[in-house]
């Protein structure tokens, strides 16, 4: 039986501050779930910048409590914000990643056993 991709729902991180984890501020952890479940829509970039956003708004949680929040590493939300200050101008427009990244493709992998 094949799923289509609509019909996969996908996965919202669960908040793992404190407020949300003792259930003590109803609000903030609304605001927690609205949060996680932004980032369950969009892409690795857009997660990162979304999350870097937040972490340069007056008043905002540390990037040890966003991660925490969100389920982003603090290295990815630095990273984020970095990529923002630098107006995206390192950020490949017509990719999700930069070139070199991940597994090589099927034809390369096939290539290199028949070559060995």
């Known amino acids: 039986m094949e799923v289509a991709m609509s019909d996969v729902l996908p996965i919202i991180y669960q908040c793992r501050c404190p407020l949300c984890q003792a259930d003590s501020d109803g609000a903030m952890t609304a605001y927690h779930h609205q949060v996680n479940l932004l980032l369950s829509r969009l892409?690795?970039?857009?997660?990162?910048?979304?999350?870097?956003?937040?972490?340069?708004?007056?008043?905002?949680?540390?990037d040890e409590q966003l991660s925490r929040i969100t389920g982003l590493d603090e290295k990815t939300i630095r990273r984020g914000r970095r990529e923002l200050q630098e107006e995206l101008a390192t950020?490949?427009?017509?990719?999700?990643?930069k070139e070199g990244g991940g597994q090589p493709s099927t034809e390369k992998k096939s290539l290199r056993l028949h070559l060995t």
């Open 43 to 62: 892409n690795e970039p857009q997660r990162r910048w979304f999350v870097g956003t937040l972490s340069q708004q007056p008043g905002s949680p540390t």
């Open 91 to 97: 950020v490949p427009a017509d990719r999700l990643r």
